[in-house]
C-alpha cells in the first residue's frame, strides 16, 4: 500500500464524502495529506483518523471561495511538508434543483464561487509547486455533461469544470501537469442524503455509488499509473449517462 508514498496531498472538501475518503485513502498508500475544509472539528476527526492507521495528516481550515485563506491554506502546507505533489479538488456544493427563472443571483453566485471559483484559485495557488511534480485532479458530476441532475447553477458550474480541466492539460501538460477530472454520478455522501432519486432503479448499476470507489479512481490518477491520462473526464455513475 504505497502508490503515494513520499508524495504531499492537498484534497479540498475533505471533511466528509468523497474528499474525505480520499484522504484517507491517500494517506493509507503512503502520502501525507492535507485535509482541508470548513468544518473545523470534522477536519480534526478525519486527521485522527488517518494518524490513528499509522499515516500523517493536517487539518488547514480553509473557506475556498477566500483567496487569501485559500494561499495560506497553501503556505502552511508548504512550511509543513516542504512540497506539494497532488490536488484533489474535491470541495462542492449542490442547488435546489431550480430552473433559470427560479435560481436567484445570490444562489447562482455563491454555487459558482465554490464549485468554480474555489478550484481555479486553489489551482492557482498550487500550480507554482505542482510544474515541478505534480498531478491535479477536478470533481465535476453528471452535471457535467447532461443536464437534469441539478438545477441550473449547478450544471452550469459542472460544465465550467470541464472546461476549466482541459484548459490546465492543455496549457500545461507539457510541463509535467496532469489535469484530469472525475465525474460521479449518485454517491451515498451528505450531498445525497434524503434524496429519493428515481433515477437509481434506471441504471444499470441500480443503486448509489460509494465514496471509497471514487476515491479509488482518484487514486490512480494521482498515481504514477496513470502518467498518460491528460485533460480527460472518467464517469463513475453505474452507467447512468450510458442511456441519455
Given at each position: 500500500m504505497s502508490k503515494l508514498k513520499g508524495k504531499v496531498a492537498i484534497v479540498t472538501g475533505a471533511t466528509s464524502g468523497i474528499g474525505e475518503a480520499t484522504a484517507k485513502l491517500f494517506a493509507a498508500e503512503g502520502a501525507k495529506v492535507a485535509v482541508v475544509g470548513r468544518n473545523q472539528e470534522r477536519g480534526e476527526e478525519v486527521v485522527k483518523a488517518v494518524k490513528d492507521t499509522n499515516g500523517e495528516a493536517l487539518f488547514v481550515q480553509t473557506d475556498m471561495t477566500n483567496n487569501e485563506e485559500i494561499k495560506n491554506c497553501v503556505s502552511k502546507v508548504l512550511d509543513t511538508y516542504g512540497t506539494i505533489d497532488i490536488l484533489f479538488n474535491s470541495a462542492g456544493i449542490h442547488d435546489a434543483y431550480h430552473n433559470a427563472i427560479e435560481t436567484d443571483e445570490e444562489a447562482w453566485d455563491k454555487l459558482m464561487n465554490v464549485n468554480v471559483k474555489g478550484p481555479f484559485l486553489m489551482s492557482k495557488a498550487v500550480l507554482p509547486t505542482l510544474?515541478?511534480?505534480?498531478?491535479?485532479?477536478?470533481?465535476?458530476?453528471?452535471?457535467?455533461?447532461?443536464?437534469?441532475p441539478g438545477?441550473?447553477?449547478?450544471?452550469?458550474?459542472?460544465h465550467a469544470l470541464v472546461g476549466f480541466t482541459r484548459q490546465l492539460a492543455y496549457d500545461f501538460g507539457s510541463e509535467g501537469i496532469k489535469a484530469?477530472?472525475?465525474?460521479?454520478?449518485f454517491i451515498d455522501t451528505k450531498m445525497t442524503e434524503g434524496i429519493d432519486d428515481p433515477r437509481l432503479k434506471d441504471i444499470p448499476a441500480e443503486r448509489a455509488g460509494k465514496p471509497e470507489e471514487v476515491a479509488a479512481v482518484a487514486l490512480f490518477l494521482a498515481s504514477d499509473e496513470s502518467d498518460y491520462i491528460q485533460g480527460t473526464e472518467i464517469k463513475i455513475d453505474g452507467g447512468w449517462t450510458v442511456g441519455r
Open positions: 510544474l515541478e511534480k505534480g498531478k491535479g485532479t477536478n470533481v465535476g458530476s453528471q452535471g457535467s455533461f447532461v443536464a437534469g438545477g441550473a447553477a449547478y450544471v452550469t458550474s459542472k484530469n477530472l472525475i465525474a460521479p454520478g
